[in-house]
């Protein structure tokens, strides 16, 4: 998603050094060609198998978890738990065998369904004793057990799914004491360092998700009543430092781009709540706001459009879109303000169009004469 | 490609080992719990059954002792949300009472008094839970269950630990032992 290729940034870059004379157009065509080969043949195939396999585990783990929840009488309960413990340790040593042959994609998918059925068995003993405690307790657990188990194998999609089980396990807390949940922070950290300190980029993604969604729950939850101001201005600090990392350090590009679409959009998200979901917001504070939303969006765009940033584009185009949609809903009873939103919304778009029209022309105007001069 | 040969098998073997133990330590600290603790039997009143993940089960009430009395949770001070508490129960002629309710595991407990181990979902409700108000059935025989428990014929026998743990050890059916719950 916002790992591009390498065939995908020379694409991006080649037409620029060919405008700077590096290098002749046959020999951009003969890399990329051999570059995107390259990709397409061995790698490509390799990530269909790797994506397949770890959709199997899940939906086998999927069948565990039915199994147990099916309560079947007709096998013992003890059992039961030594055909899941059974079960858990040919997909670990499944796993141990296919790395050592090499084949990395099923050792993956192996390792995840390990993960799976240990958390199987949790929940098979909880019914077993008819345990009811804290039942967010028993994430925790299956959590540390996936953690363990991408760690100990270097497998990603385990330590994924760790995070995904703290995210439940954060989300299960927070509804049932509806307050913030800070012990999800230093695990977040934990996994999130991890899962960059490995090059993983779809966790990459998702560990920011999943701190984008707390730090947004922060303005609903904080003790004294709603506070998206403060939301704004961890957004802001987010986006900021990944401006900076994109602007001074080439090796941590990537997670500067990351970082200033999650900071974009936490801002937004608190915009909305501010605007939306506030009791009795005065119709002047909801211009100004609904202004400096569509502002910070516009800026947005230019700036993903700028530097070539298709994701924090489409993110600013989409929530151009819901502010639009937020504000019409809101102003819709009072015919004045249907009025107002109508065109400011009108000029914002003109405007927008005109500006993208006018960047379009300075990106793409000049290799275009030049092609056709030569 | 014979990379990091032996190191997978270490790991398979520590994970693999690892989550064998977790999960033995929940069974045995289980069974150990029910074999060893104290047991109680308490009256069980009807609650709207549901079903969730780890199958179809039937929800548990306990009256006086799943919802206590406004005065007993005067004693414990300022409540949070999800406080753990103790709750002393004292046997009378209308079975287990609770007679107070404590931050911290009472220093002197009765012979005829037992200590739970709860916790206040919600600081704003009297509710207390005890981690017992679930009783896991095979797929689709709740239905008989609910009818006992509406019928006010159903006990829970519950084993108490000696930190107050509780665990459901089987239901009681007109003054009979049902659903005995096997350690393992």
């Avoid at chain 1, 098979?124 to 804290?134: F, R």
């Amino acid at each position: 998603m916002l790992g591009k290729s390498y065939a995908d940034r020379l694409e991006r870059d080649l037409p620029q050094w060919i405008a700077a004379g590096w290098i002749s157009r046959d020999g951009a065509n003969a890399i990329l060609s051999e570059v995107q080969e390259r990709e397409s043949g061995e790698t490509g195939s390799h990530r269909l198998i790797g994506i397949l396999s770890v959709l199997g585990a899940v939906l086998i783990g999927a069948g565990v978890l039915s199994f147990v929840a099916a309560n079947w009488e007709a096998m013992p309960r003890l059992a039961r738990l030594g055909l899941l413990v059974g079960a858990i340790w040919t997909a670990y040593v499944g796993a141990a065998i296919t790395f050592q042959r090499g084949l990395d994609m099923f050792a993956h998918a192996l390792v995840l369904l390990g993960s799976v059925i240990f958390g199987a068995s949790i929940m098979l003993i909880a019914q077993m004793y008819h345990m009811n405690g804290n039942p967010p307790d028993t994430v925790v657990l299956w959590a540390a057990g996936a953690l363990l188990a991408g760690a100990a194998f270097g497998s990603n999609p385990s330590i994924v799914f760790s995070l995904l089980l703290a995210c439940l396990w954060a989300g299960w807390e927070t509804q049932l004491q509806d307050a913030v949940f800070w012990p999800f922070v230093p695990v977040w950290a934990l996994l999130a360092g991890l899962l960059v300190w490995r090059d993983c980029r779809y966790g990459e993604v998702i560990s920011a998700f999943a701190i984008g969604t707390w730090i947004v729950s922060l303005g609903y939850l904080l003790p004294d009543g709603p506070n998206h101001s403060l939301v704004m201005l961890l957004g802001a600090l987010i986006a900021g430092i990944g401006l900076a990392l994109t602007q001074t350090v080439t090796l941590y590009e990537r997670h500067g781009r990351l970082l200033l679409v999650l900071g974009y959009v936490v801002i937004f998200a608190a915009m909305l709540a501010e605007q939306f979901f506030t009791y009795k917001i005065p119709f002047e504070t909801l211009a100004v706001l609904a202004l400096i939303t569509f502002a910070v969006s516009v800026a947005a765009m230019w700036w993903g459009i700028r530097t070539n940033d298709k994701t924090l584009t489409r993110t600013a185009y989409a929530a151009f879109a819901i502010e639009v949609v937020g504000i019409y809903l809101k102003t819709i009873g009072s015919l004045m303000g249907t009025s107002m939103f109508f065109v400011s919304a009108g000029l914002g778009v003109i405007a927008l169009a005109t500006g993208a029209f006018w960047v379009n022309r300075r990106i793409n105007g000049q290799p275009d004469t030049e092609r056709a001069a030569s | 490609m014979k990379r990091w040969s032996m190191k997978v098998w270490v790991a398979a073997l520590i994970v693999a080992g690892l989550q064998t133990s977790a999960l033995a330590y929940m069974v045995l600290n289980r069974a150990n719990l029910i074999a060893e603790g104290r047991e109680i039997v308490l009256d069980v009143r009807p609650v709207d059954p549901r079903s969730l993940f780890r199958g179809d089960y039937v929800i548990l009430g306990y009256g006086n002792i799943s919802r206590l009395d406004k005065e007993l949770l005067k004693d414990i001070g300022k409540r949070r949300d999800s406080m753990q508490v103790f709750v002393t129960l004292k046997k009378g002629d209308e079975g287990w009472q609770p007679t107070s309710v404590t931050k911290r595991y009472p220093a002197n407990v009765a012979a005829d008094e037992v200590v739970l181990n709860g916790r206040l979902p919600n600081r704003f409700a009297h509710r207390v839970t005890y981690g017992i108000e679930a009783f896991f059935v095979p797929e689709g025989e709740g239905k008989e269950l609910e009818k006992l428990i509406r019928a006010g014929q159903l006990k829970a026998i519950v084993a108490v630990g000696s930190d107050g743990t509780a665990a459901l050890k089987g239901l009681e059916v007109e003054g009979e032992r049902r659903y005995d719950q096997p350690l393992f």
